[in-house]
């Protein structure tokens, strides 16, 4: 996508922001029109309910005390001046009896007592000499002896009042269709900015530096979610890219060996005389040797399989029995390395598991425990439930593992340097690691009680 300082506008983000924005204005220009509707109609409404209620007033009047009573009803209107009313009230030959407009503004109907809405406009003299107009809304009706009333409510002031309404609603519907539209541009400026800083840094990683890191804020948006989840990913490549350039110095370095050592015996019977035993050893030796390197590959397959979890079906699984059994196989083996070995076997300790797996963790922390172990030195197996988890402990007390390389032996392929002597790929702690992941385990390294020795530590989650 090309850049610019106006790319943006041509992202999904934008064209969302932009509708969202523009609903947000025509939603809010309804809102303005209902609410200037309903303004102006409460305002006409009870300027209606007054003019009925003071033509109903005036309307018993004439019916209770006729003309008199309906005479000296409005004189005291019109002198009290009732600023929102005006009267006129005139007789059969249409000369005013009471009232505050020179004469009647509007026709009754010829029909008596039914009374007619009308609405006009009168003029009076304005305060700096010239006139105002104002806005009439009334009742006429013509009376039973042929004189004719008329009662109104002055508008002008609600008429003011809806223009100033008018005015503000024309005002406020462009203004917030500018802030809704400026909202909308500023977000989607800022959404593109931060999914910018996601597609540079993913670009940067694309190129070849697997070093950068996507920009985390503070805010904890889905911006920052997604920053963080990112960066965890390139971690984790940046980790198996490291493992890989390392796996493949390690399998070079260790396969070098019994290559070397194969093409030397197989140089060697050459340039001798070869008979038919001097073969057959030949043979056995380079078997010996291949299979050496068989044994790394298919090492680094199954470790393999096993991260990926291709490998591994969790079933119920009684690991104190397993436990014994794995006991059982190496003491006969620590007994010929001349190692005293105990075990300590809680019974009955059941977890989700995959037995085959399982077997082969434990196995590899045994046999490293042998391999590394003097003899007249000891090892102890212990198997318990502590604080409901239960807990598979191999102890040593041989030279153990410096502090420093604790947690670097779990990585793939490394093999301190007093192990590249010793027959391995240098991937059993590996796999120890990856099956305790697989069964949602941990497995730790310490040194040993004294700061002797080695403490190997599985712990997983008992079958409930």
Known sequence: MKSGPFAFVRTTTFRLALVYSILFALFSAGLLAYLFQAT?????????????????????AWNTGGPTRLEQSLLERVLVDLRDFTYQFEDANGRTIVGDMPRMPVDPLEEYGTPRVVTFEIERPGPEGGTTITPIEGLIVRLGDDSVMLVGIKMDERVRQVNRITRAVATAAPIGFILALL??????????????????????????DLSLRAPVGVSGDEFDRLAEQLNAM???LETLMAATRHAGDSIAHDLRSP??????????????????????????????????????FNAILRLSRVNEGAEGKLVPLDLSKLCEEMAELFEPACEDAGIEFSARIEPALELLGDRTLMAQAISNLLDNAVK????????????????ERIEVIVADTGPGIPQADLERVKERFVRLDEARTQVGSGLGLALVDAVAELHSGTFTLTRGDDDTGLKATLTFTPKR
């Open 372 to 387: 590394y172990t003097p003899s007249g030195q000891s090892i102890q197996l212990d198997v318990a439930l502590k604080d």
């Open 183 to 208: 909202g909308g541009f500023f977000s989607a400026r800022y959404a593109a900015h931060r999914a910018e800083s996601l597609t540079k840094t993913a670009q940067g990683v694309m190129s070849g």
């Open 40 to 60: 102006v109609g409460t305002m006409r409404a009870d300027a209606k309910a007054r003019l009925e209620a003071e033509f109903r007033t005036l309307a018993i």
């Open 234 to 236: 390139l971690e984790k």
């Open 259 to 296: 290559l070397s050592r194969l093409r030397n015996q197989l140089e060697a019977r050459l340039r001798g005389p070869i008979d038919e035993i001097t073969a057959r050893e030949t043979l056995g030796e380079t078997v010996e040797e291949v299979d050496n390197v068989l044994a790394t």
